[in-house]
């Protein structure tokens, strides 16, 4: 029997705050009113021909991000802003820029309420400096507070999902044959790493595509389970730091940089101007419809995703 494949698309945080919840959905979320993956799904199940595609929300508050003070939300808001506020070109890359570097009024990306470099918050007191700089400090205990739930209720959610769809193969032990590829966004990277932890085993592994992985530098997995894993975003050594991502300030996942050239590596936001770059813009899923447009015959393929 010819292989199947299946996929499982891991989004990342929605502000402002909202509740978390470990659903397993079959079409992609709609928040006020607009998708999430703003298309690139499409594109990804077209190419890697998927004939089951799962959804999970990968959304958890700022304090289990990179921008966390003091387990405070309004706290890491304001952090969050302080970068933003320095790094941010003077013409912005996006309205979202615009309204972070000079926004007066409550931003619905980050609802924090300040246009001068003194930003007066209930339960703060916040002082930005105006040098350019990115919230980089590792937040592993926010890290694996994701990672855990996505081993825990989310995993079990999505395994009872696939047990239960009569079009998922299975041979005589009931064991899963389809092959999983995963594709995850900015905090879906570590709720992701969760339901590999307790899928491992379950299911047999196929591609892990990673794009712009939120705290990525304080865990990995075994990435010989996949036979390919890319991780997509910043270069964080050669963009200029208004053009990194400042949301989920990118360095590599663990071990990903070591894999051999046809089995992974990174693939960065092109440096030639057909691609928004910033703060916002270089996070920004709708940004990353670039990665359809690496062809196998490029000087540099890396990041290219084979058809099927």
């Known amino acids: 029997m010819a292989t199947r494949y299946a996929a499982l698309i891991v989004r990342q945080p929605r502000y402002p705050e909202k509740t978390h919840k470990d659903n397993i959905y079959t079409s992609d979320i709609v928040d006020e009113g607009e998708s999430y993956w703003k ?27 990179n921008h966390n003070w003091d387990n405070n939300v309004e706290k890491s808001m304001a952090k969050f802003y302080c970068s933003a506020k320095g790094v941010i070109d003077l013409v912005p890359s ?36 105006n040098s350019p700089h990115l919230n980089t400090e590792s937040n592993i205990d926010g890290f694996n507070t994701r990672r855990q739930a996505g081993a825990n209720s989310a995993g079990t959610a999505f395994l009872k999902k696939l047990m239960a769809n009569p079009n998922i193969a299975k041979n005589s032990d009931g064991f899963i044959t389809d092959t999983l590829d995963i594709v995850c966004h900015s905090m879906g990277y570590a709720y992701a790493l969760g339901m590999i932890d307790y899928l491992k085993g379950k299911v047999t592994f196929g591609r892990l595509y990673i794009i712009a992985p939120e705290n990525a530098g304080v865990g990995g997995t075994d990435w010989t389970q996949f036979s390919e894993v890319w991780q997509y975003g910043s270069d964080e050594n050669k963009d200029p730091i208004s053009k990194q991502d400042g949301i989920a300030p990118q360095v590599p996942c663990p ?8 089995k992974g590596g990174r693939a960065y936001i092109p440096q030639n101007g057909t691609v928004k770059r910033g703060f916002y813009s270089s996070h920004s899923i709708g940004n990353y419809k670039w990665i359809f447009d690496i062809k196998p015959t490029d000087q540099k393929p890396e990041g290219y995703v084979k058809s099927r």
């Open 94 to 129: 996006s309205w979202q820029e615009a309204g972070l570097k000079y926004g007066s009024n409550i931003i619905e990306l980050m609802p924090i309420v300040g246009a001068s470099i003194e930003i007066p918050l209930v339960l703060t007191d916040v002082v930005c400096n």
């Open 39 to 65: 298309g690139i799904d499409d594109l990804f199940k077209t190419r890697l021909k998927c004939a089951n595609v799962y959804y999970a929300d990968g959304q958890m508050s700022i304090t289990t991000s």
């Open 255 to 262: 071990g990903i940089p070591n894999l051999p050239t046809n």
